[in-house]
């Protein structure tokens, strides 16, 4: 079983989008084998949460790095017309 520090998000927050992600698909894998106990499974329920906003944190910063790329392509391409 992963082990998993007292705080779930205390080193999520230096995973990159693919150590998180990889780490949570480790995590739901083991909660859908079933922990031996409720309070192993509440930890790694914890740390799945902490790794899913995570995830979410990195596919909102790429969506306004695009958003912005789009933005500044369309307002070129205005200034060139």
Same mark, same amino acid.
């Given at each position: 079983?992963?082990?998993?520090?007292?705080?779930?998000?205390?080193?999520?927050?230096?995973?990159?989008?693919? @150590?998180?992600?990889?780490?949570?698909?480790?995590?739901?894998?083991?909660?859908? @084998?079933?922990?031996?106990?409720?309070?192993?499974?509440?930890?790694?329920?914890?740390?799945?949460?902490?790794?899913?906003?995570?995830?979410?944190?990195?596919?909102?910063?790429?969506?306004?790095?695009?958003?912005?790329?789009?933005?500044?392509?369309?307002?070129?391409?205005?200034?060139?017309?």
């Amino acid at each position: 079983m992963t082990a998993t520090p007292s705080d779930p998000a205390a080193d999520v927050a230096n995973l990159s989008f693919e @150590q998180a992600r990889d780490e949570l698909v480790r995590v739901v894998a083991e909660l859908e @084998q079933g922990a031996p106990t409720l309070e192993e499974s509440l930890s790694l329920w914890e740390r799945g949460e902490s790794l899913a906003a995570r995830c979410e944190e990195w596919l909102l910063g790429a969506k306004r790095r695009l958003d912005a790329a789009r933005s500044d392509t369309a307002a070129d391409a205005r200034a060139e017309a």
